[in-house]
Nanobody, 116 residues
Framework: QVQVVQSGGGLVQPGGSLRLSCVASGIIFRLSLMGWYRQVPGKERELVAAITSDFSTSYADSMKGRFTISRDNAKNAVYLQMSSLKPEDTAVYYC??????????WGRGTQVTVST
């Protein structure tokens, strides 16, 4: 059974930092492309950052220099360190795991609210 379990998130003031975590079990994690997406009401889900099986990373332009994605294959975990947060970063953040053998899976989402 595949599980993608997220943790972290919450309320933070503008300029603050948060760390999101995601543990994926039941898949071949080391072969998986892992990604973080976010969605606000009325808009499509958008890619925030992704990390490949060989640890190459990519970011949406608005997140470059502020967000860092990383992975720990020993723990089947992927992380998103977010800093210099802005109100427009407020969204539900989703973890995604994909590989060609196991398929594509999503976490349930975690709310990040940036506000005073």
């Amino acid at each position: 059974q595949v599980q993608v379990v997220q943790s972290g998130g919450g309320l933070v003031q503008p300029g603050g930092s948060l760390r999101l975590s995601c543990v994926a079990s039941g898949i071949i994690f080391r072969l998986s492309l892992m990604g973080w997406y976010r969605q606000v009401p009325g808009k499509e889900r958008e890619l925030v950052a992704a990390i490949t099986s060989d640890f190459s990373t990519s970011y949406a332009d608005s997140m470059k220099g502020r967000f860092t994605i990383s992975r720990d294959n020993a723990k089947n975990a992927v992380y998103l360190q977010m800093s210099s947060l802005k109100p427009e970063d407020t969204a539900v953040y989703y973890c995604n795991a994909y590989n060609a053998i196991n398929g594509n899976y999503w976490g349930r989402g975690t709310q990040v609210t940036v506000s005073t």
